[in-house]
């Protein structure tokens, strides 16, 4: 324990002398939080011209509701997804944004309808930005209108203010499916975790350069000549990095919650599960030091290190979700980034900031971010052993 603990102060004395780069870990991610934060806040307020992916429930099924169903079938962007599965399971696909809405026909649809009562109900994904929602109630709206206003005809009904309480009327109960109330998503909750996870992943640069600093200087060979144990050197140099990572993760939270509001925008919510916040800021952690390290083995000088880690990252994080959110890219970009760690630390924060997650909801990405950093430290070992060899 003693040498692990002088391995650990000898990285954090190191990292003492370059406090501008230190610095600089910090100060990117919090100024691109702000920036990008109110720069698409307009973003989220925004129609997107994208599928609008929904699931039907009709629990009436006669002719007014039949028609109903045809009309929003014949919408535009509108594409009706199948299940064959309860309620209660097509909820909560809906509410990991598998789909953008459920539309639930109520029993009576035609008597609710008549009386002016709520015959459908609209339930959103945590996903669905607030203006989407708003289009799609406005155009199902729009369809209950005509139908409200042909029953009201047929029935001879009409009178001279009748046009008048149709647009006035509300058919429809619209809530977000965003945790137990009606809050719904900003862009707070896409920029905060995507910088944050993109300043993690640039650990790679200090790391790598006390690394090859050190390789240079020939520190690492009168090390391994005292015949420390590899395992403590590396333990050493990981745990100084991982935790100014961890360190990073709670000031951009911070931020998201009291400072991006106190300048007028929207506040971060951190959901209902602080287990689970912790143990995707791990992941995620561990994934980018592993990666850094790997960085560090493989660059033989520190501009190789920056450019080629500086380069990695900006793929990563374009494709990954960090620079554009991921629900409005098209779908061949949303398959490519799958392949971005990125991408999985960020649906594990979205798991809990913005769905309410629990801790076995960002078990699959925290699954991925350890796999990945797992890879990641067996290739730095083999890149290692194969310069030593050298």
């Known amino acids: 324990m003693n040498q692990l603990l002088n391995f650990v102060v000898k990285e954090l004395r190191l990292l003492k002398r370059d406090l501008h780069g230190l610095l600089l870990l910090f100060a990117m991610p919090a100024l691109f939080i702000l920036i990008m934060t109110f720069a698409l806040q307009n973003q989220y307020a925004s129609n997107q011209n994208i599928d609008i992916e929904y699931y039907l429930l009709n629990k009436d099924n006669n002719t007014s509701s039949q028609k109903f169903v045809e009309q929003i079938e014949q919408l535009s962007n509108f594409e009706r997804l199948h299940s064959a599965q309860s309620e209660e399971v097509v909820r909560a696909e809906v509410a990991r944004d598998g789909a953008k809405f459920l539309i639930i026909i109520q029993p009576d649809f035609e008597q609710k309808l008549s009386e002016n009562g709520k015959p459908v109900s609209l339930e959103t994904a945590p996903g669905v930005t607030p203006v989407l929602a708003q289009l799609v109630e406005a155009q199902l709206q729009q369809k209950l209108n005509e139908l409200f206003l042909a029953k009201a005809l047929s029935d001879s009904l009409n009178e001279p203010d009748l046009t008048d309480d149709i647009k006035s009327g509300n058919f429809i109960n619209t809530r977000s499916l965003y945790g137990s109330g009606n809050v719904q998503p900003s862009s707070v909750q896409q920029n905060v975790p995507a910088w944050m996870l993109f300043a993690m992943f640039f650990i790679a640069i200090p790391l790598s350069t006390t690394l090859i600093n050190e390789r240079q200087q020939g520190t690492l060979d009168r090390l391994r000549t005292m015949e420390f144990p590899r395992h403590l050197m590396l333990l050493g140099k990981l745990i100084p990095y991982f935790c100014i990572n961890l360190l990073q993760v709670v000031i ?138 050298h």
Do not use: K
């Open 252 to 389: 951009m939270l911070l931020i998201g919650v009291y400072l991006v509001p106190a300048l007028g925008g929207d506040s971060l919510h951190l959901g209902n599960s602080p287990s689970g916040l912790a143990l995707i800021s791990v992941c995620a952690s561990l994934a980018a030091v592993a990666y850094a390290l790997l960085v560090a083995e493989v660059a033989n000088t520190i501009e190789q290190a920056t450019i080629f880690s500086g380069i990695c990252n900006i793929i990563m994080a374009a494709i990954g979700g960090v620079m554009v959110p991921r629900f409005i890219m098209p779908p061949v970009m949303q398959t490519l980034s799958d392949a971005s760690p990125m991408a999985w630390g960020l649906d594990g924060f979205f798991d809990i900031l913005l769905r309410n997650g629990t801790l076995m909801d960002v078990m699959p990405e925290a699954a991925a971010l350890l796999g990945f950093a797992l890879a990641m430290l067996a290739l730095s070992a083999w890149a290692s052993l194969r310069r030593q060899s």
